[in-house]
């Protein structure tokens, strides 16, 4: 058998495999924090507890509505995107003047709320979201056997990356939105309505949370508390990619999926904190991040 | 009532000793017996105790009619939010401020070891229901309080040993790696191979993990016949939800949880959990006595009862009844009293409590039903065998509490 | 002659006057600081000293640098480990020396943070700090000494210089007290000196302080290594106190709180992160006990929204701004 490291290739070609599943989930959630750093220049901590109620209105919406995981698909994120509309018109508008600190401890504040509320509410131990039917099982792939839905996660998340990639970098929107990124007073001045595009923006990186969260449920227990500890390591992502930029953000989070399973082959105990080790190693030779610009 | 005649009869006759013995003059401290409920009640472990078991120590209270010899019961309760200082500070000023005569609740042993420290030092008085440390009444065991329902002895003991019995001789272990894992590790490691199977791997994950896919698939490639699950809470739920997304067990393999509640297997259901082995001190649909008493609590609450919630309304109940008989809620009268008399109700089978403050009653073997065989949301579990009370836990001979003579 | 002296004496005297009230202000706080173990329950006054002393030590940062670190729990946590077990395991060393370890260790932690951290600004800056406290964590759960989600117990008070038993919760709360005044005498002296001004320029706008000739790296990492050093000194003080170190300390939420302390209370003034910690540390003991007993994490994130939205000067930065408008 061939071996690397110690580990058989089999094996090791199962765990590069898994860490790209998990990589592409990291990559959809920083792309979300990306996207509205990009134009709000808000850390948004609430985006673990959006990423938690996209998973919550999936269940419930099984629950009590009887929607399948399909339209969930479709419609939790368009829901909790527009509940994130509702949040940036009314709230974080208010304090877009400030320095952006106070936005990270307003939306710090606002994970605390949902979080503190689903909990008394439901619970922590959560409930199990079932695995669509046509998902279900597994392919044998010779060197490991994947379940569907794994391969599922890892498409649907490299797609909607890809499409979200393609808006901003080759259509019209997404030049207002890279030039608004970049001067908003002059958008103004050119007769685009730049609050609209700011709400839009953050419905969108909501919506992307969200959408994380549907592809979550049948993988994870759905709990009020799922979002805050992941949350953690999307932030150290970003910030190895470099805060706002769309391709950093993607890259970067396959590219720590990947090492994180490697880490656990060679060195589980480590698993968690490779990511930051990585961040403090990636901060020391480029402050900026990976693909960020220094200013 | 709840506690049957045979209870009733010896607690009688021990206090009728006590008063003749020249007890007489035994009083209660003040004008209630005040009792503070002490848990998570929003955070990690809120769903095995918090809440739901508030309602179990009220419903113990009502059933023994609001007043102990005509003084009034109070109930004080409060959130530790899982923080040892907040557990600490509150018993503090519960004991300094509002005489508070018995702590009930206490679920992470974080707090747990605070507060007896606590009690310790101001002559207090706790029983400790949802925590799993064995250390609680190990090198920290006090006079001053009492564990109920279980802890990790019995749990690795009794899983461990029944499943190497059954023939599941090779094992994987994943090991939560901090204190805690690494104790239950060695404790399964110990009961494993002095059964005569033997550990063929595992690994170390760190504390939390949500996504355990990688250990899973180490643990397929091992060819062990045990995957067994050195974790607790959010970590063992992943873990075994991640093993059945994975087919582990349609490849043959076992899983064996060694800290895992009722509402642990309600939240992953049964297709996730079924065949599932494991150790609890109660099940509601165990017996008559257990059903009557669970379907009074789903009335109020709208769920079944876990262990620990069982075992909230038990200790409550014994307590009072000490405090009945004795007429005084002196700490160390009680304490003794409560230790003189055995334990058989709803909950406990064969309990008494021990020099070191456990509280040993039979244990149950369990696995969990497959999805064909559930009647009903809450029928999960099918009771296997017993585990006689003095096999279960740590025999006092091999204890380091301070209590005990060795 | 008589023209200057007419122009500055109502300068210098309303100079003297604002100190005179300065000083009454802070013999009237030591006054009642003083009786309050007799009308209030020592313990609790332990822990809101302790909170205050941790959230004054994060308000150098943030409220004199601009520098808001969302990783100040590793601090706590680092000095409550460490004089914990040092006091544990060697008992004949007396608490004073358990906390000066402590603090050291929290002051070594900071020089390596701050020097990774000092690089960046804004935002930047709270995450990097977020993230490296995140590795700490991570330490001190795995780590065989702290006795993982057990926390750490069992840590004597011991006898102060070796003569003066701190068992009593009463000569416990005084020199907690005397701690406290310590570091709040240090943290007073750092802001109205040569030193805290330059912080301020280089809050206000750095790359004026750097055109100045000021080596503002150095200043940001003084400063933030005596905000780290501080911190370790209430979290060593606070194990002390409680005889035990936990997890909790550690946790990012940790680092959440001590912001919403110095929020509530008012950042970059010196007694608001005082207020705003007897204010969150009552609030968390009172509600915990109350039918919203489940509610405190909602309710904490109210008032962080609240203050965030329309509060942002804090309590004590509202009281300044009306005494300011209604004494001028």
Redesign the interface.
């Known amino acids: 058998m061939t071996m690397i490291f110690g580990v058989?290739l089999?094996?090791f070609m199962?765990?590069l495999m898994?860490?790209l599943?998990?990589g592409a989930f990291y990559a959809l959630l920083s792309l979300g924090l990306a996207v509205i750093?990009g134009l709000l220049?808000i850390?948004n901590f609430a985006h673990g507890a959006q990423y938690m109620l996209g998973a919550f209105a999936a269940l419930l919406g099984l629950q009590y509505l009887g929607l399948d995981y399909w339209v969930a698909l479709l419609l939790v994120p368009l829901v909790v995107g527009g509940l994130g509309m509702l949040i940036e018109r009314f709230?974080l508008r208010?304090?877009a003047h400030?320095?952006?600190?106070?936005g990270?401890?307003?939306t710090?504040?606002?994970?605390?709320?949902f979080?503190?509320?689903l909990?008394?509410l439901f619970?922590?131990?959560?409930?199990?979201y079932?695995?669509p039917a046509a998902l279900q099982g597994?392919v044998n792939l010779g060197f490991?056997?994947l379940?569907t839905?794994?391969a599922w996660v890892l498409v649907a998340a490299l797609g909607v990356c890809l499409a979200t990639w393609f808006i901003i970098e080759r259509t019209r929107l997404g030049a207002y939105l890279r030039a608004g990124t970049e001067n908003p007073a002059l958008m103004q001045a050119f007769g685009v309505n730049v609050p609209q595009l700011i709400t839009l923006t953050y419905g969108f990186g909501v919506a992307l949370a969200a959408f994380a969260g549907v592809l979550a449920a049948p993988?994870?227990?759905v709990?009020p508390?799922?979002g805050s500890?992941?949350l953690?390591v999307v932030?150290?992502v970003?910030?190895i990619g470099g805060?706002g930029s769309i391709l950093g953000a993607i890259v970067t989070g396959l590219a720590m999926g990947l090492i994180e399973?490697l880490t656990?082959?060679y060195y589980?105990?480590?698993?968690?904190?490779v990511i930051?080790?990585v961040?403090?190693v990636v901060?020391?030779l480029r402050?900026a991040g990976l693909f960020g610009k220094e200013t | 009532m709840t506690f049957d005649r045979k209870t009733l009869a010896s607690s009688i006759a021990l206090a009728a000793a006590t008063l003749m013995a020249g007890g007489a003059q035994a009083q209660m401290s003040d004008d209630a017996v005040r009792i503070g409920y002490l848990a998570d009640m929003?955070?990690?472990?809120?769903?095995l105790a918090?809440p739901g078991g508030l309602e179990a120590l009220e419903m113990a209270v009502e059933d023994f009619g609001g007043e102990v010899n005509g003084t009034p019961i109070e109930i004080f309760s409060a959130d530790d939010r899982n923080s040892a200082d907040v557990g600490a500070n509150t018993v503090r000023g519960w004991i300094d401020e509002e005489n508070v005569d018995l702590v009930a609740g206490l679920v992470a042993s974080s707090v747990t070891i605070a507060v007896t420290k606590v009690l310790e030092a101001n002559d207090g008085l706790g029983i400790v229901s949802g925590s799993a440390a064995s250390s609680i009444t190990d090198e920290h065991c006090t006079p001053n309080h009492i564990h109920w329902v279980y802890d990790t002895y019995p749990l690795a003991n009794g899983t461990a040993k029944a499943v190497v019995e059954q023939g599941g001789d090779s094992w994987f272990m994943l090991t939560a790696?901090y204190a805690f894992g690494h104790a239950l590790e060695g404790d399964v490691t110990r009961v494993v191979e002095e059964n005569g199977g033997e550990i063929v791997g595992g690994?170390?994950?760190?504390f939390?993990?949500?996504?355990f896919?990688?250990?899973i698939?180490?643990a397929?490639?091992s060819g062990a016949k045990i995957v067994g699950l050195a974790n607790a809470g959010?970590d063992t739920?992943?873990a075994i939800?991640?093993a059945s997304?994975?087919?582990l067990t349609q490849?043959g393999q076992q899983l064996a949880g060694l800290l895992i509640f009722l509402?642990?297997v309600?939240?992953?259901?049964l297709?996730?959990t079924q065949g599932l082995l494991l150790t609890t001190g109660w099940y509601w649909d165990m017996d008559d006595q257990a059903r009557e008493w669970a379907e009074r609590y789903f009335e109020r609450v709208g769920r079944m009862p876990t262990m620990v919630q069982a075992g909230i309304y038990s200790s409550t109940t014994h307590y009072l009844n000490a405090v009945a008989e004795q007429g005084t809620d002196d700490p160390e009268a009680i304490r003794a009293a409560m230790a003189e008399a055995p334990i058989e109700d709803f909950f406990a089978r064969n309990g008494r409590i021990r020099e070191d403050g456990r509280m040993v009653h039979d244990m149950y073997l369990a696995q969990v039903k497959s999805p064909e065989a559930s009647e009903g949301e809450w029928d999960v579990y099918e009771i296997l065998s017993t585990i006689p009370a003095e096999e279960a836990y740590r025999p006092l001979a091999e204890s380091q509490c301070k209590l005990v003579n060795n | 002659m008589m023209g200057t002296s007419q122009t500055l004496t109502p300068a210098l005297r309303r100079r003297r006057q604002a100190k005179l009230r300065r000083n009454t202000l802070y013999l009237v706080l030591v006054a009642i600081g003083l009786v309050a173990p007799f009308v209030a329950y020592p313990v609790f006054l332990m822990k809101v000293l302790c909170f205050a002393l941790f959230a004054c030590a994060f308000n150098l940062l943030l409220g004199y640098a601009g520098l808001?670190s969302?990783g100040h729990a590793a601090f706590l946590a680092t000095g409550g480990y460490f004089t914990g077990i040092m006091l544990a395991s060697y008992p004949g060393l007396t608490p004073e020396l358990g906390i000066l370890i402590g603090t050291l260790a929290a002051v070594v932690l900071g020089i390596l943070f701050g020097a990774?951290a000092i690089?960046?600004q804004?935002?930047?800056f709270?995450?990097?700090t977020?993230?490296?406290a995140?590795?700490v964590y991570?330490?001190f759960v795995?780590a065989p000494f702290t006795g993982g989600e057990d926390g750490l117990h069992g840590v004597p008070r011991g006898e102060l210089f070796g003569v003066i038993s701190l068992r009593s919760n009463v000569a416990m709360y005084y020199f907690v007290f005397a701690v406290f005044l310590i570091g709040f005498a240090v943290i007073q002296r750092a802001v109205h000196s040569p030193f805290g001004q330059v912080l301020k320029a280089i809050r206000e706008n750095e790359p004026r302080a750097v055109s100045l000739g000021y080596n503002v790296d150095a200043y940001k990492l003084l400063a933030f290594v005596l905000s780290a050093g501080l911190a370790g000194l209430a979290g060593s003080t606070k194990t002390v106190v409680f005889q035990l170190a936990s997890l909790t300390d550690a946790h990012?939420h940790m680092s959440?709180e001590v912001?919403l302390m110095t929020?509530l209370g008012g950042v970059g003034t010196l007694f608001g992160p005082v207020v705003g910690a007897g204010l969150v540390v009552s609030l968390q003991t009172q509600l915990a006990q109350s039918p919203l007993g489940?509610?405190?994490?909602?309710i904490?994130?109210?008032?962080?929204?609240i203050?965030?939205?329309s509060f942002?000067s804090g309590i004590v930065g509202e009281i300044q701004k009306m005494v300011r408008k209604n004494f001028k």
Not at chain 2, 42 to 47: F, L, P, V
Not at chain 3, 294 to 298: E, P
């Open positions: 058989p089999a094996v199962g765990q898994l860490g599943i998990n750093f220049k850390v709230i208010r304090i400030l320095d952006h600190l106070y990270l401890l307003l710090f504040g606002l994970a605390l709320i979080e503190g509320s909990i008394n619970g922590v131990s959560g409930s199990s079932p695995t597994g490991m056997f379940p839905y794994r993988l994870y227990p709990s508390t799922m500890s992941l953690i932030f150290a970003v910030v805060m399973g656990k082959v589980p105990e480590a698993a968690n904190t930051f080790l961040m403090v901060l020391m402050p | 929003s955070g990690t472990y809120r769903d918090g790696d690994v170390h994950h760190p939390p993990t949500s996504d896919s990688s250990y698939l180490q397929q490639g959010s739920v992943n939800t991640t997304q994975f087919g490849s509402n642990d309600h939240a992953m259901g297709e996730a | 808001l969302f990774l690089r960046r804004g935002i930047y709270a995450m990097v977020l993230a490296l995140q590795m991570f330490f795995q990012w959440g912001i929020l489940n509610w405190v994490s909602v904490l994130g109210a008032i962080f929204v203050c965030v939205l942002r």
